[in-house]
């Protein structure tokens, strides 16, 4: 089973109709800390402000049980929002405490683009990972954001795009992905890539 984390902010459905879509039988939208920790995969989706959403996660009880399951080796996909809380800080109004997963900032687009960056672009290759798998190199994905994560270590990117300059645009940490579009949106190629989040989490499953 793969749960659709709901801590009150993002297209969650939009999610879970894309993920059943693409094949994966068993999608569940739940902000039940129980029903996260019992997954044998997470995604965590989300829309809004780093601050809010931190706040959300850790109010309802969700940190906890995300964290738990990453730290067990469960397949986790972070989108938009998502990836961004990977951080261990973001900085959008303030100063504000992110996952920890992945070290780095979560940092404003850079000076003289229009925000948000909203539509289709080209996503470049930096390595070879299962979550591109059959997509070609430099298709296009659909970003709305203003705000992006930025690695300490840049080995863990293995997507990228630019817009002002080039950022992450994806990320994998062991069996932690994420990724700064919205495949939920992003037509075939965002169908393709769930679908192999979906056959990721299939493959890991030992329980």
Known sequence: MIAVVDYGLGNLRSVQKGLEHAGVADVVVSGDPAVVSAASGVV?????????AAAQLEAGGLREAVLE???SG????????GMQLLADVGFEGGEWRGLGVIGGTCEKLPPG????????????????????????????????HSYHLKPNDEACI?????????????????EV????????KSSEAGLKLLGNFGRIVEGNDTR
């Open 177 to 184: 992905f994420a990724v700064q579009f919205h495949p939920e």
């Open 113 to 144: 683009v229009k925000l948000p960056h909203i539509g289709w672009n080209s996503v470049a290759y930096p390595v070879e990972n299962k979550l591109f798998a059959g997509i070609p190199e430099h298709t296009a994905f659909y970003f709305v």
């Open 74 to 81: 469960s397949p986790f996909l972070g989108i938009c929002l």
């Open 158 to 174: 293995i997507g990228s795009t630019g817009y002002g300059s080039d950022f992450a645009a994806a990320v994998c940490l062991g």
């Open 44 to 52: 965590l989706p989300g829309v809004g402000a780093f601050r809010d």
């Open 69 to 71: 399951r990453i730290a």
